[in-house]
T-cell receptor, first 113, second 109 residues
Framework: DTGVSQNPRHKITKRGQNVTFRCDPI?????LYWYRQTLGQGPEFLTYFQNEAQLEKSRLLSDRFSAERPKGSFSTLEIQRTEQGDSAMYLC???????????FGEGSRLTVL | DAKTTQPTSMDCAEGRAANLPCNHS???????VYWYRQIHSQGPQYIIHGLKNNETNEMASLIITEDRKSSTLILPHATLRDTAVYYCISTGTASKLTFGTGTRLQVTL
């Protein structure tokens, strides 16, 4: 499979726990994006990397959220001290250049009890 | 990013052309128009994008008005598998894509 891969696909956790999601983009893509999607809404932008540099962060990304892309390949999104409002689908996407097609993964669904 | 406006929902009979409109009246000269769709429980899927000229690929056609203030996505022969939420996005280069709530297209027999 040469698409964008996300793990885990589903995560159920208790409020206050930390969770980490991983995204493996398409190999030659240097741009990587994280989005969050709640029921009935379109995806909301969270953050964007070009290679290992995090170039943009949404105001939605509170201090409890951190994203990394240490070697410019895979990326992780960590949520600390989860809250019920963090329950959502977390989508990762990648693209080769600034204007081309953005390829999305299947998402990681988080449920916070 | 320019704000886009789309109808909340549309119906289309199977085999007919589905024409999905999008208004982006504040689009600037360097902003592209992208269309994505999202089938339930899947990640969004790219359909097509364009800047000024009309575009066509194996999935759809994109018609952009001369003043670039609106566009139409055309699925020439809709099938039940085209039932999805369709997002029209207008954005400049090197920018994230800002999704709205899209148009829910229901293809019926």
């Amino acid at each position: 499979d040469t698409g964008v891969s996300q793990n885990p696909r589903h995560k159920i956790t208790k409020r206050g726990q930390n969770v980490t999601f991983r995204c493996d983009p398409i190999s030659e893509h240097n741009r990587l994006y994280w989005y969050r999607q709640t029921l009935g809404q379109g995806p909301e932008f969270l953050t964007y990397f070009q290679n290992e540099a995090q170039l943009e962060k949404s105001r939605l990304l509170s201090d409890r959220f951190s994203a990394e892309r240490p070697k410019g390949s895979f990326s992780t999104l960590e949520i600390q001290r989860t809250e019920q409002g963090d329950s959502a689908m977390y989508l990762c996407a990648s693209r080769r250049d600034a204007t081309g097609e953005l390829f999305f993964g299947e998402g990681s669904r988080l449920t916070v009890l | 990013d320019a704000k886009t406006t789309q109808p909340t929902s549309m119906d289309c009979a199977e085999g007919r052309a589905a024409n999905l409109p999008c208004n982006h009246s504040t689009i600037s000269g360097n902003e592209y128009v992208y269309w994505y769709r999202q089938i339930h429980s899947q990640g969004p899927q790219y359909i097509i994008h364009g800047l000024k000229n009309n575009e066509t690929n194996e999935m759809a056609s994109l018609i952009i008005t001369e003043d670039r203030k609106s566009s139409t996505l055309i699925l020439p022969h809709a099938t039940l598998r085209d039932t999805a939420v369709y997002y029209c996005i207008s954005t400049g280069t090197a920018s994230k894509l800002t999704f709205g709530t899209g148009t829910r297209l229901q293809v019926t027999l």
